[in-house]
């Protein structure tokens, strides 16, 4: 059975710092390009951070360049997402995606909300 366990979420204020956490099970994680995507309230789902295949190459979207880190522990099967400087335009529920490089198949997280506000 495919899991996706996104941890980590939580009420932050802006200029801090999170850490989320993706725990995968169920498949050969190693195989996947992992990718963090993000939906606020009223907007559709967005790519945040992820990585391009099974390497280490990663891709960010504009709006958090230079304050987001992506990074996956292969032993481990888990992805990370670290966040830094937070703003409250950063709020939104954080979703874990994996997509298949050698297969076409993608899985998706139950998300974990971030929540950015003084």
């Known amino acids: 059975q495919v899991q996706l366990v996104e941890s980590g979420g939580g009420l932050v204020q802006p200029g801090g710092s999170l850490r989320l956490s993706c725990a995968a099970s169920?498949?050969?994680?190693?195989?996947?390009?992992m990718s963090w995507y993000r939906q606020a309230p009223g907007k559709e789902r967005e790519l945040v951070a992820g990585?391009?295949?099974?390497?280490?190459?990663?891709n960010y979207a504009d709006s958090v360049k230079g304050r987001f880190t992506i990074s996956r522990d292969n032993a481990k099967n888990t992805v990370y997402l670290q966040m830094n400087s937070l703003k409250p335009e950063d709020t939104a529920v954080y979703y874990c995606?994996?997509?298949?490089?050698?297969?076409?198949?993608?899985?998706w997280g139950k998300g974990t909300l971030v929540t950015v506000s003084s």
């Open positions: 990585f391009t295949s099974t390497g280490g190459t990663t």
């Open positions: 995606n994996a997509r298949g490089v050698y297969i076409r198949v993608t899985y």
């Open positions: 169920g498949f050969t994680f190693s195989s996947y390009a």
